[in-house]
């Protein structure tokens, strides 16, 4: 039996990628499957929906549907009793569909055109969130039908992504914010913050945090009462990073929210990465290769334009798995459609490979599916669902 081994780190125990490897390889012997394909495991999203919710027992979960909008990952949040962040009215009808409860969501865009606030408004959604003076007048003729929250913003290096520079007011501003919906007649529900997606450090959530807590106590003085505190997703995932495992990440952070924040104000956070990259595993197939100014070149049947557009807009770094083991050597692993910008890794070091070898990437369940598109009208993955 040859041995998978994960080439971005050759020298990590082989026993449980090789598990894995094979798996993928009889998978796609025994069914009417064809790569590239996405094997999307139920029983992990309910793992990791369980592992959350132990390690932050104050906090509700709500999936962002965004990192993955897969009926069979929708289905699992419901079935566990757990709701939803939606970023737009699409979203809402995908969560209804897999049996949340319109009233129950929260719409978390801060920037919303009037067609999605009217059609969302419509469907009965109640919670918004708003970041600015401008985003708050366009519910005055929605006063009484809505509560809103208030985004604020937190400066975070650590974060793999930058989750505030489009969006969040300064800490400083809130107040005004939330002024300001109390003079146009709506209410003022309470906070959010991100503090950046693949949050590698927990400490600037503990900073968000204090910040939330100083200004939850402002906002009391001026009998602006707070009912809810949104503290994001951004939760980190392994991908080729040594990451804390959940438990011990949340740890300070529930510690933290025990300290500051009222067991009156409810808890809410927006994980998705965290939810859905580990069930899914994308198996892809050596298409063609060649030899180019002396550095051999493999084409894939997934790419940029596809499954990998996380490599583009999700900054991600996938593991990649093989089964070959001999001269490795320089090469480049690119995608299959006629753009040259379509190169999945422009300098990696490969053993050699054959065309129809199959690459195994898991943790491809975020930011990857649902970005992709079929440029050059090639078929996108599939996804294969199991238990
Ligand atoms: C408003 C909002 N909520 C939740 C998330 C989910 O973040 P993550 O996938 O890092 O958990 C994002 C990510 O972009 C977001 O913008």
Redesign the pocket.
Known sequence: MIKAIDVLNPSASTETLTAEYERASRILGQAEVRTPFLLLERSKIRQNLKRLSHSLPRVAI?Y?I??NNHPAVLEEVARAGHRF?I?SYQELLLAVEAGGHVREQIH???IKSPYEIIDAINAGVEIF?VDNPDEIDKFIPYAGKVRLMI?FKVENNDAV?N?SYK?GCLPSEVVGLAERIRMRGLDYYGL?F?V????LSNDVYLKAVDIAADLIKELDCRGLETGIL?I?????VPYTEDVPPIEEFCKPIHARLEEKISHDIRLV?????????TAVTLVASVIGKSVRSGRRWYFLDDGLYGSFSGRLYDHCKYQILTNRNTTWKRSVLAGPTCDSFDVVYRDIILPPLEISDLLIFPAMG??CAVSASSFNCLRKAEYLVVD
């Open positions: 709500h962002a965004k990192s962040d970023s978390s865009h801060p969130v985004r992504v989750l969006f959010a991100h950046g997606s693949q949050c949104d994001g997703g951004v939760f980190p956070c927006e994980p998705g990465r965290f939810i859905s990259a975020a930011y």
